[in-house]
């Protein structure tokens, strides 16, 4: 998996790209609008993060050339404004997803697999299944092994979640969106209090515990 | 007073006045004056006219029925034709309009009787002409009157005179006009100049001392001249916006100061972290601890940024809402549903009184931000066993929001207070409940931004009820901005 960064602050693209070479992604950084486009246009890359506020051409820019250029590589805007009207901009271009700076490593990691997978998932599966974790999709019904967990909805749209993306770490800020259309940071703690009593159903006298959380980040699902 | 020397002199407001009063000045002089002057010359026309009037009697009061003899219009115009300053010319004519009679003076004139005069004379009128006769350079007043003897129209005499001395009073008139319009316009314009000045005058003052005010001393004011006018009213105007301004200057220091203050302690806490941290070598648990400690503080500090980024940007107005309209009762129920959950861990019982359908015009996240920080705050001021209440109601332009607790309340004197910012209520009892004392600020603005209200009511140790109003959604009216 090859991955396009076009970013101007060294310090951002040093950990980046470090955090993505660990994650055996293999990343080239362009420090500029200009190279940025000129990288895009010349290799191919499964994906492309993009600064917004960029050296030589805006971000918005480079992006509105690759498309008319009708390269459809999955793009995720990194921005410092996090006024509406540009995120809403930015994905009327063309983006695929967008991150406010600052902003988490995981969270750009998290957000990089999910859109490198959603190509590949197979548009209607029926049922999910992690260890010996099963989410019905149709029924809407949940079994660890042979005994069936009750879940609020809420509960089994976060569970959802998770089983889509087994092994990989969702983050609070996902959870907020994702689960409960939240578009801002809270302070709360409430997110881990939902978390926290899924985990508690899904786990109860059960093994392997299955719902782990990784400090700091966020939560993973995987045995 | 330099502020007269930078404007140009054409530009200068007091240049500008004098001009138009002369101007005025002028004008209206000159309709007066050209009033005066027609006035005059149709008055002494009339005078002529009368004279006239009065020998035209005079001769028809002698003028026998039948004009064989000419010897009683010869006896008038031996009275009349040699005057010094009006000769009196005269012709007699026949109904038909022949001369039956010409004084001398009136040979040298050539006047006929036009077709008008002469119908005028058989409809029993009066003509009154003024004659230019040609070689002649004088011009002649002549009175044509019809006489009627027996209801037939027996003569017709024409009579006049010239109208030297009516000419030359109305050029004496017409020089004099002249020769007082400049002294007149030139104490006009003095006149209107030193008005101008003295009403202009307070207004460089005010300049010059506005113009010392700076950000170094906007405690001064400038002083009003006790004249009660419109002057000292822009005084009492300029005066309040330094006062406005000082105290939009006195907050931003207070609020930079508590922004670095909280800024700065939890920078400080994790260097010291760290730098325990590196002191000796650890296990890489303790590390990973550390960092993760690291992380949570770090993500405290960048909602903080955030929070003062959007109260700054609400300052300067440049946050944009997403204005569309809204389903208030599912956005409330939907974050009751998200806190429940923390409600329970204190056995809160977290209650949503029935409510109907209700649409708001609103920005559907800053909404949310709105009531997750009225609620959040409402679970985390109040023990357990407590019990939060929420309540929806909507009377015909407002929606009406309950959030009540039986949390720690908030004493009267803290009530005005809690929408400041930085604002905490018990700083040692806040720590553990975390927040910097920026949420109800954002509470605020938001609710502000939506044109509606927020208050609160509250009694120490008894709990707090805040209440938001906010515009209804009319279909009619989606003009609605923010």
Request: proline letters at 3%; hydrophobic letters at 40%.
């Amino acid at each position: 998996m090859r991955i396009l960064l076009v970013e101007d602050d060294k310090g951002i693209v040093r950990f980046v790209k470090k955090g993505l070479l660990e994650n055996a992604f293999s990343v080239d950084a362009a420090l500029d609008g200009e190279e940025g486009l000129r990288s895009a246009l010349h290799m191919k890359y499964d994906l492309i993060v993009l600064d917004i506020l960029l050296p030589k051409m805006d971000g918005r820019e480079v992006l509105k050339k690759i498309r008319s250029m009708e390269i459809q590589t999955p793009v995720i805007f990194l921005t410092a404004k996090d006024s509406e009207s540009d995120i809403i901009k930015g994905l009327n271009l063309g983006a695929d997803d967008y991150l406010t700076k600052p902003f988490s490593f995981n969270e750009l990691l998290a957000r990089i697999h999910a859109l490198l997978r959603r190509g590949k998932t197979v548009a209607s599966v029926s049922r999910l299944q992690v260890a010996d974790l099963v989410l019905e999709v149709d029924g809407h019904r949940v079994f660890r092994g042979e005994r069936k967990i009750e879940l609020t909805p809420k509960e089994y749209a976060l569970l959802e979640l998770f089983m889509r993306h087994p092994g990989q770490i969702i983050t609070r800020t996902m959870i907020a969106e994702k689960v409960f259309d939240l578009h801002f940071d809270t302070a709360t703690n409430v997110i881990d209090v939902h978390v926290s009593r899924l985990r508690n159903k899904i786990n109860r006298n059960s093994e392997p515990k299955l719902l782990h959380t990784v400090k700091g980040v966020g939560y993973v699902l995987e045995d | 007073m330099s502020w007269k020397i930078r404007a140009k002199f054409q530009h200068r407001t007091d240049v500008k006045l004098t001009l138009l009063y002369i101007l005025t000045f002028f004008l209206s002089a000159s309709i007066i004056c050209g009033f005066l002057y027609l006035r005059l010359k149709g008055q002494l026309i009339k005078e002529i006219d009368r004279f006239i009037f009065d020998e035209t009697e005079e001769l028809s009061a002698v003028l026998p029925k039948d004009l064989k003899e000419k010897e009683v219009p010869k006896n008038f115009e031996i009275g009349v034709a040699a005057r010094t300053y009006y000769p009196i010319y005269f012709r007699i004519l026949d109904g038909e309009g022949k001369i039956l009679y010409m004084s001398a003076g009136m040979r040298g004139i050539v006047y006929e009787l036009d077709e008008k005069a002469m119908a005028n004379a058989r409809e029993g009128k009066r003509t009154r002409e003024k004659i230019h006769s040609p070689g002649r350079r004088r011009a002649f007043r002549f009175i044509t009157t019809p006489l009627y003897k027996e209801g037939r129209l027996t003569y017709i005499i024409q009579m006049g005179t010239h109208l030297r001395f009516v000419r030359k009073s109305l050029s004496v008139f017409r020089s004099n006009i002249l020769a007082a319009l400049p002294i007149v316009l030139i104490l006009g314009s003095l006149g209107g100049w030193i008005l101008a000045r003295r009403a202009l005058s307070p207004i460089g003052y005010i300049a010059a001392k506005t113009r010392d005010i700076t950000s170094e001393n906007l405690n001064e004011r400038i002083t009003p001249r006790q004249t009660g006018d419109e002057l000292d009213e822009l005084i009492g105007t300029i005066n309040g916006m330094i006062a406005r301004l000082e105290a939009s200057f006195r907050r931003m220091a207070e609020f930079t100061a508590d922004a670095s203050h909280e800024l700065k302690t939890p920078i400080c806490a994790m260097r010291g972290e760290a730098e325990v941290l590196l002191s000796k070598s650890r296990t890489p648990e303790e590390y990973q601890e550390g960092l993760v400690q690291f992380i949570e503080r770090f993500d405290q500090l960048n909602q903080m940024i955030n929070d003062l980024i959007l109260l700054s940007k609400s300052d300067s107005s440049q946050v944009e809402l997403n204005v569309v309209p809204v389903r208030l009762d599912l956005l409330i129920k939907d974050i009751c549903n998200l806190f429940q959950v923390l409600a329970e861990q204190k056995n809160i019982a977290l209650d949503i009184d029935p409510i109907q359908e209700t649409v708001v015009m609103g920005d559907k996240i800053r909404l949310q931000q709105l009531f997750t920080n009225l609620i959040d705050n409402a679970i985390k001021y109040t023990p357990e066993q407590g019990m939060i209440r929420i309540a929806l109601e909507k009377d015909t332009k407002m929606a009406l929001v309950k959030v009540s607790d039986t949390g720690i309340g908030i004493s009267e004197e803290e009530q005005g207070k809690i929408f400041e910012r930085f604002y905490r209520m018990d700083k040692s009892r806040s720590k553990e409940t975390g927040g910097v004392g920026l949420g109800l600020s954002i509470a605020e603005w938001i609710v502000h931004a939506h044109k509606g209200t927020i208050g609160v009511q509250s009694q120490l140790d008894k709990g707090s009820t805040f209440i938001v109003t906010l515009p209804l959604f009319h279909p009619e009216d989606r003009k609605f901005q923010p």
